[in-house]
């Protein structure tokens, strides 16, 4: 079992920078695969990125990459996301996911467990 939490979100002006984080509580975490979803009014959710369980490689959404950073701590249990240079089009709410195991997925479906999501608004 794990239980997710995200924070961190917020508006900020296109161009800026957001930090946002997700705080996991459960044995599983340390083995979990954990990935960060996005979720805009309309749209389905889509992938963002995804770092395995040892935190040694990183997956990206080809339009997030050179922009956001994904990084895991498993002494802390927690997952962050360092987003640069966001764009308006990067609005959406983001959700912190975990997958059991060690395999890397990157659709929602494959992801047991969710956080309840943090708002991220890029304004222009």
């Known amino acids: 079992q794990v239980q997710l939490v995200e924070s961190g979100g917020g508006l900020v002006r296109a161009g800026g920078s957001l930090r946002i984080s997700c705080a996991a509580s459960?044995?599983?975490?340390?083995?979990?695969?954990m990935g960060w979803f996005r979720q805009a009014p309309g749209k389905e959710r889509e992938f963002v990125a995804a770092?395995?369980?040892?935190?040694?490689?990183?997956y990206y959404l080809d339009s997030v990459k050179g922009r956001f950073t994904m990084s895991r701590d498993n002494a802390g249990n927690t997952v962050s996301l360092q987003m640069n240079s966001l764009k308006p089009e990067d609005t959406a709410v983001y959700y912190c996911?975990?997958?059991?195991?060690?395999?890397?997925?990157?659709?929602?479906?494959?992801?047991?467990?969710w956080g309840q999501g943090t708002q991220v608004t890029v304004s222009s």
């Open positions: 996911g975990a997958r059991p195991g060690a395999i890397v997925r990157t659709t929602p479906k494959d992801y047991k467990y």
């Open positions: 459960g044995r599983a975490f340390s083995n979990s695969v």
């Open positions: 770092i395995g369980w040892d935190g040694a490689n990183t």
